[in-house]
């Protein structure tokens, strides 16, 4: 069963804006990861956030973690056309021993 | 640095029929993963291994599906007899697992996928 529910399920924004991507899962977790998948490809590893972190940065991605509400979420600013493509949440439950459970995806389209 | 390698990218085969899917890797990953990803849903692990032992495969269908990585290095998954319900990607992925450095182990490289059509 998927255990990260990701929320919205698809977001349409124009190129410039933000966009952000929530994911909330059940079971206590090591750490959460966020994927990128283009359509047609495999899946690109975009940043991992721990269980014992709040907040995480890489270039024009942010995420945060609340683990008290079991949630996390994915912003990326200034959007371009290129982030198009399909975002999951991946969680790497406590004593899994490494098992990633993906949630079902947020489709998100940057319009130029 | 080469990435995970995954042949063949596409296939059609027609229900009851057999298929296997290959997958090389990265150079020095002890951990290798397969998953199936059904069209608009995450991907779901098959089966995982640490070097040439399986360490989960609670979510392989066994009477059907057999995967193994004899050298601890590439991998086969087999599907035998095919349903119509397999049609999906089928990822490989692989991670440096326990022996890796730590804020490195746990990151999996994910391969092109095959894309698999059941008719």
């Known amino acids: 069963s998927q255990q990260g529910e990701e929320d919205p399920q698809a977001l349409s924004i124009q190129e410039g804006e933000n966009a952000t991507m929530n994911c909330s899962y059940k079971t206590s977790i090591n750490n959460l990861q966020w994927y990128r998948q283009n359509s047609g490809r495999g899946l690109v590893h975009l940043i991992l956030i721990r269980s014992n972190e709040r907040e995480k940065h890489s270039g024009r991605l942010r995420v945060t973690l609340d683990t008290s509400k079991k949630s996390s979420s994915l912003l990326i600013t200034a959007s371009r056309a290129a982030d198009t493509a399909s975002y999951f949440c991946a969680t790497d439950g406590y004593n899994q021993g490494g098992k990633l459970i993906f949630g079902q995806g947020t489709e998100l389209s940057v319009k130029p | 640095e080469a990435g995970v390698a995954q042949s063949p990218r596409y296939k059609i085969i027609e229900k009851r029929q057999s298929v296997a899917f290959w997958c090389n890797p990265i150079s020095g990953h002890a951990t290798l993963y397969w998953y199936q990803q059904i069209l608009g849903q995450g991907p779901k692990l098959l089966i995982q291994?640490?070097?040439?032992?399986?360490?989960?495969d609670s979510q392989l269908p066994k009477d059907r599906f057999s995967a193994e990585r004899l050298k601890g290095v590439d991998s086969t998954l087999k599907i035998q007899p095919a349903k119509l319900e397999d049609s999906a990607v089928y990822l490989c992925a692989s991670s440096f697992g326990r022996g890796g450095l730590a804020g490195r182990r746990e990151t999996q490289y994910f391969g092109p996928g095959t894309r698999l059509l059941v008719l």
């Open positions: 291994f640490q070097n040439n032992g399986v360490v989960d």
